[in-house]
């Protein structure tokens, strides 16, 4: 798995927050306590004194060992009913001191016996689709929405698009991150290739994996203030054009095509190509009209590097 570096690092800091958190929380209810209840602090020395003696009992070994901490065991337990019993007796629960985490699985750490939580996971994968740009997307439209009624009208037009989902289905349960391949949706618009290629990123997501859709316009304008100026603030968005796991480019043909966003186009098409990243194009022309519109060094990739799926 590859979640993103900066959703990794974002996720992280928010459950090391919620640790420390969980403990500030239990300070001061402990000091709440102590000031409200002040003959509870002879019962917190006490089960701390057991505690200790326990420690030496332990290390000191011996024949009575065994039987000196059963019978610490049997004290500390005394002390710590009768300690309860004195909350209850002032209005508080037993626990009202105690460590209160949001998973009590992995106590907010994010990992069990050195693997994450599925909390954890989780968030990441929430972050995963606010990161991915998709958001909206994958809320509605996923492989369970996906509808091949609207293509039953042409016998033709149903078996190509039931390949095509099942195309999409296998390459979103096999991504591995490299040399997982590329894939060229064409058609026209209204036809369900934003759909599909928002099912494919969910399902990537989901396994742990850095998606990243763009439209084309967006991208060559994050190329551009890069390029010509970012000014005061400015971010630079287009490192992770190059780095995700999965780049969805949709609507290529749309953008005012110069020189510059040729060249831009070539390259992300040959570095992904190169480092061996998938990527998804969702252009809305043909295959002549890409030909006609891009230069033979993009088109030569885009159909020798990538798997076409017609719509």
């Given at each position: 798995m590859a979640f993103n570096k900066e959703n990794y690092k974002k996720i992280r800091e928010i459950y090391d927050q919620k640790w420390e958190k969980a403990r500030l929380d239990a300070d001061e209810r402990r000091a709440e306590l102590q000031a409200k209840i002040p003959e509870?602090?002879?019962?917190?020395?006490?089960?701390?004194?057991?505690?200790?003696?326990?420690?030496?009992?332990?290390?000191?070994?011996?024949?009575?060992?065994?039987?000196?901490?059963?019978?610490?065991?049997?004290?500390?337990?005394?002390?710590?009913?009768?300690?309860?019993?004195?909350?209850?007796?002032?209005?508080?629960?037993?626990d009202y001191a105690?460590?209160?985490?949001?998973?009590?699985?992995?106590?907010?750490?994010?990992?069990?016996?050195?693997?994450?939580?599925?909390?954890?996971?989780?968030?990441?994968?929430?972050?995963?689709?606010?990161?991915?740009?998709?958001?909206?997307?994958?809320?509605?439209?996923?492989?369970?929405?996906?509808?091949?009624?609207y293509y039953k009208s042409k016998s033709n037009a149903y078996d190509r698009m039931k390949q095509n989902l099942d195309?999409?289905?296998?390459?979103?349960?096999?991504?591995?991150?490299?040399?997982?391949?590329?894939?060229?949706?064409?058609?026209?618009?209204?036809l369900g290739k934003t759909h599909l290629s928002s099912a494919v990123a969910k399902t990537v997501i989901d396994r742990g994996f850095d998606v990243l859709y763009v439209s084309a316009i967006d991208m060559f304008s994050d190329f551009e203030k890069k390029q010509f100026g970012n000014g005061e603030g400015y971010v630079d968005n287009t490192r992770r054009y190059f780095e995700c796991d999965l780049l969805i480019i949709d609507d290529l043909g749309t953008?005012?095509?110069?020189?510059?966003?040729?060249?831009?186009?070539?390259?992300?098409?040959?570095?992904?190509?190169?480092?061996?990243?998938?990527?998804?194009?969702?252009?809305?022309?043909?295959?002549?009209?890409?030909?006609?519109?891009?230069?033979?060094?993009i088109t030569s990739r885009l159909f020798g590097e990538y798997y076409p799926l017609v719509f």
């Open positions: 509870l602090a002879k019962f917190d020395r006490a089960i701390a004194d057991v505690g200790i003696r326990g420690v030496y009992a332990t290390i000191g070994g011996g024949e009575d060992a065994a039987k000196k901490i059963k019978m610490l065991e049997e004290e500390s337990l005394a002390l710590q009913e009768a300690r309860a019993a004195l909350l209850l007796e002032h209005g508080y629960p037993a105690s460590l209160r985490y949001e998973c009590s699985t992995c106590s907010d750490t994010g990992y069990v016996n050195g693997k994450m939580c599925s909390c954890m996971r989780m968030a990441l994968i929430m972050e995963g689709y606010r990161s991915s740009g998709m958001a909206h997307l994958l809320r509605t439209q996923t492989f369970e929405t996906f509808s091949l009624e195309i999409a289905k296998k390459f979103a349960a096999d991504f591995k991150g490299e040399n997982s391949g590329n894939l060229l949706m064409l058609g026209g618009t209204g953008e005012l095509t110069n020189q510059f966003t040729v060249s831009c186009l070539y390259n992300v098409i040959n570095s992904r190509i190169n480092s061996a990243r998938s990527t998804f194009i969702n252009p809305n022309l043909s295959k002549k009209e890409i030909e006609s519109k891009y230069a033979e060094r």
